[in-house]
């Protein structure tokens, strides 16, 4: 074989190599993207049923053994629980979930932190939420919340820190 030849099969093999490795990873990144958008579509609809006062809604959100625990309020476990600790009867209240960092652990397992407004037409409250979501079957739900006011910005030092 000489050395032009050798030098093609050797290009023909690389781009083969290249072409199977792609087909190998880019599902990978697809599958990331859908299932950001899942996990994304279900904080979206957990805070619409917050929105909505429908904790039934809210709790259906949550894993079977999911947990949730706020600032304001005992850690409880189970929809049934959560479903009773987020019961809202005033009908002004409102909330509005901005997620502000979202990371995979791994491929059925994510980490979403979020900053909250909510409040009534008595006062509104800036909280900082995290949800650890999970992936069950094809299904993304909310596993744990943790919710907790937010803490006022740290007043900058005088000693350059």
């Not at 805070?47 to 959100?61: G, P, Q, T, V």
């Not at 049934?80 to 209240?93: F, G, R, S, W």
Request: net charge positive.
């Amino acid at each position: 074989m000489t050395r032009e030849k050798y030098d093609y099969a050797m290009t023909v093999r690389h781009l083969l190599v290249g072409v199977f490795v792609l087909r190998a990873v880019l599902p990978l990144f697809a599958q990331s993207a859908e299932d950001e958008a899942a996990v994304r579509a279900r904080l979206a609809a957990y805070a619409e049923a917050r929105n909505k006062r429908d904790a039934h809604a809210e709790a259906m959100c949550y894993t079977e053994d999911g947990d949730f625990r706020s600032s304001l309020g005992p850690f409880v476990s189970g929809r049934a629980a959560i479903e009773k600790q987020l019961t809202v009867n005033d009908p002004t209240y409102h909330f509005n979930l901005e997620i502000t960092r979202f990371r995979f652990i791994n491929p059925t397992t994510a980490i979403v932190d979020a900053e909250v407004k909510t409040g009534t037409s008595k006062g509104e409250g800036l909280l900082v939420a995290d949800y650890l979501v999970v992936k069950q079957g094809n299904v993304w739900l909310i596993s744990a919340g943790r919710i907790a006011t937010k803490p006022a910005p740290r007043p900058a030092s005088g000693n350059g820190r």
